[in-house]
């Protein structure tokens, strides 16, 4: 069945420093790829999402590139504040018959001062 | 907000007792998604509701169900509670069925079975 592989977190960083959460996929066909974050207490959040190959999702300086050849969807930040704080996500959505969104197991960002 | 909203936000019980947690969908929004989320498990998707249709099951226990009512809003009823069942369940909603349809997720129900 389709499947999706984080990093184990903790990730802990400073804060500036470059960010990349891991994530691969297994699925058949091409799927779509999506990062969510969820902040503490609150529900999931679509971060971004990439729909066919060599795609890039980005959006509050995140960046993600649907990579077919290797099946991952790495999520990447230039500079992390604090405010990046969270779980995040990685998920694939099939796009043909019943699309139900599949979850990694999510990966927590620790950004200090 | 995300417009998806759950309730109760919070909810204590015993063992064996039964409760149900609600979820009203983003306004026109037409599918319901019930997802459990817990620390071993990690999410894991429950059922799908599309306009008052059951679409497709997931890993929902058999004392588990759930249904969309004429107003779209969705029930999840959760009975006979083990201690195992003490999860965060999230409920989002889309659109329409098709990929290009994000989900909009509820901030949760934290259920806590004692």
């Known amino acids: 069945g389709d499947s999706v592989t984080q990093m184990e977190g903790p990730v802990t960083l400073s804060e500036e420093a470059f960010l990349t959460i891991n994530c691969t996929y297994t699925a058949t066909g091409y799927p779509s790829l999506f990062w969510y974050v969820q902040y503490p207490g609150e529900g999931l959040q679509l971060l971004l999402k990439a729909t066919k190959a060599d795609d890039k999702g980005s959006n509050k300086g995140f960046e993600a590139t649907y990579r077919k050849e290797t099946t991952s969807f790495h999520l990447e930040k230039g500079s992390v504040q604090v405010s990046d704080s969270a779980v995040y996500f990685c998920a694939l959505r099939r796009n043909t018959g019943f699309q139900k969104l599949v979850f990694g197991t999510g990966t927590r960002l620790l950004v200090s001062p | 907000d995300s417009g998806v909203t759950q309730t109760p936000k919070h909810l204590i019980t015993a063992t064996g007792q039964r409760v149900t947690l609600r979820c009203s969908p983003r306004?026109?929004?037409?599918?319901v998604y019930w997802y459990q989320q817990s620390l071993d498990q990690g999410l894991q998707f429950l059922i799908q509701y599309y306009n008052g249709e059951e679409r497709a099951k997931g890993n929902i226990l058999e004392r588990f169900s759930a249904q969309q009512f004429p107003d779209l809003h969705s029930e999840l009823n959760l009975s006979s509670l083990e201690l195992g069942d003490s999860a965060l369940y999230f409920c989002?909603?889309?659109?329409?069925?098709?990929?290009?349809?994000?989900?909009?997720f509820g901030s949760g129900t934290r259920l806590t079975v004692v």
């Open positions: 306004s026109g929004d037409l599918s």
């Open positions: 989002a909603s889309s659109v329409g069925e098709g990929s290009n349809y994000g989900y909009t």
